[in-house]
């Protein structure tokens, strides 16, 4: 079992299977892009394969695969394949722009609930924030997932003067869809030019929200024992909306989450800045299990031990977004 010295249990793996993506997320991509690295720095099928069986054989229960963009990954429909006879729930957060050619792997392997980001309703406003002209097809995508029942959430980065416009507009989807809503406060990364001013909150958002339908027709939405979301339903809609708040009201103390990079290494943190080289010792057969339980047990009670962002931007050492996978 990953217990911390907080006694928190880890349980859910997200691994990264690559640093690429066929968007350019503004929050997420540097602006001049992120440098290529050699193929040997990644892990391979078998390496990531047998990593998520160390995690699974120390009681990890849920894994989800991310990136970069977790479809533009070549072996994907193996590595899902073989990642399905794993014991555990897999899940996947995706841009949604090739979902239509997994569709039916995804089912087949029994993933439920698809994560797809999407970040307006407007598609030249989704084809700045990415730099890329790709709304139609994953609008369809969209619609697609959930005439098969996929469970989907939609993630949305809300950026000030950009798409907080959207926020009503967002939940107004779920008055009829079976859809849930995540808006996610924009935190800082390196190179994603992050500071106080383009994020809104946490109490922002839910402001807006009541201000528009009133204090009384907002519910709370069933939230999972671990969930990083405080999630909400207007009275009668169909579907739900939740808030992730990280930067305003990290909610640390139930974390149960570690990443994977594509390259291998282990973060106890989506904030921290120390690593474990996991496929490093992997390869010279080191024991991988024990370096896994020491991150764990070293892990911060907070966001890797930050105190505050700071407002002049960001002052700690991080990858950007796209190289960690969220
Ligand atoms: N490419 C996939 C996608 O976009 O869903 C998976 C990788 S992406 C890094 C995972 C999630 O991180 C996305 O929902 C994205 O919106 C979110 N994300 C990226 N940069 C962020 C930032 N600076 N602040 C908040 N969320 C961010
Ligand atoms: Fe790509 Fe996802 Fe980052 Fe956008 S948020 S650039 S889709 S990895």
């Known amino acids: 079992m990953l ?9 859910y793996l997200r691994i990264s299977l690559t640093e690429r993506c066929n968007l350019r997320c503004t929050y997420c991509m540097p602006e001049e892009g992120i440098q290529l690295r050699d193929r040997a720095e990644f892990m391979t099928q078998e390496e990531t394969l047998e990593l998520a069986k160390k995690f699974v054989a120390l009681g990890v229960t849920k894994i989800r695969l991310t990136g970069g963009e977790p479809l533009i990954k070549k072996n994907f429909r193996e590595l899902l394949q073989q990642l399905s006879k794993l014991p ?56 697609e997932a959930l005439r098969r029942n996929f469970e989907v959430k939609l993630n949305c980065v809300l950026m000030k003067g950009e798409n907080d416009d959207e926020l009503i507009d967002f939940i107004e989807l779920t008055r009829e869809k079976k859809i849930s809503i995540r808006f996610i406060e924009f935190m800082p990364f390196d190179g994603n030019q992050w500071n106080w001013s383009k994020t809104v909150s ?40 939740g808030i992730i708040s990280s930067v305003t009201n990290p909610f640390c103390d139930t974390c149960n989450r ?45 966001r890797a031990g930050l105190k505050e962002f700071d407002d002049a931007g960001f002052t700690f050492e991080n990858r950007s977004m ?3 996978g969220g």
């Open 322 to 324: 796209i190289r960690i």
């Open 88 to 143: 555990v729930e897999i899940s996947i957060t995706t841009n949604g722009i090739l979902l239509d050619l997994y569709f039916d792997d995804l089912e087949k392997a029994g993933v439920k609930s698809l994560n797809i980001s999407l970040d307006s309703l407007i598609e030249e406003k989704v084809n700045r924030i990415s730099r890329r002209n790709y709304f139609e097809r994953i609008q369809t995508n969209i619609h």
């Open 3 to 11: 217990i911390d010295s907080h006694n928190r249990k880890h349980t």
């Open 202 to 241: 946490y109490k922002t958002i839910l402001d807006r929200v009541t201000n528009n339908y009133g204090e009384s027709f907002i519910e709370k939405a069933i939230e999972g024992a671990n969930s990083t979301s405080r999630n909400f339903r207007i009275k009668n809609f169909t579907g739900d909306f």
């Open 258 to 302: 570690i990443r994977l990079t594509a390259d291998g290494k282990l973060k106890n943190c989506l904030f921290s800045g120390d690593e474990t080289d996991l496929l490093k010792a992997l390869r010279n057969g080191d024991d991988v299990t024990s370096l896994i339980q020491k991150s764990i047990a070293g892990k911060h009670k907070e």
